[in-house]
Nanobody, 119 residues
Framework: QLQLVESGGGLVQPGGSLRLSCAAS????????VGWFRQAPGKEREGVAC????????NYADSVKGRFTISRDITKNTVHLQMNSLKPEDTAVYYC????????????WGQGTQVSVSS
């Protein structure tokens, strides 16, 4: 079964850290750009961070620059999102997305993992 599975969400106090993982099952992430998105209640889904298929290029939303880091673990076929200095406004369901950079096109979404930042 071809799927992405997120993990690592939870409840953390402001200023704390979490590391999210996005593991691919049934396919390799080698030829995929991967992005993390989040959706807070009542808001639209927004892009948080993305990494190119080679890992050479990374981009972040202004709201998370300097606090979040996206990375690839090739050996584990996984992409991580390290989140530091978390704020209450980071509370959302976090989703990962894999977009194939070669033909034929393929695009996968994970089921999401809840991140809650509260004291």
């Amino acid at each position: 079964q071809l799927q992405l599975v997120e993990s690592g969400g939870g409840l953390v106090q402001p200023g704390g850290s979490l590391r999210l993982s996005c593991a691919a099952s049934g396919f390799t992430l080698d030829n995929y750009g991967v992005g993390w998105f989040r959706q807070a209640p009542g808001k639209e889904r927004e892009g948080v961070a993305c990494i190119s298929s080679s890992g050479a290029s990374r981009n972040y939303a202004d709201s998370v620059k300097g606090r979040f880091t996206i990375s690839r673990d090739i050996t584990k076929n996984t992409v991580h999102l390290q989140m530091n200095s978390l704020k209450p406004e980071d509370t959302a369901v976090y989703y990962c997305n894999a977009d194939r950079t070669t033909l034929p096109p393929r695009n996968y979404w994970g089921q999401g993992t809840q991140v809650s930042v509260s004291s």
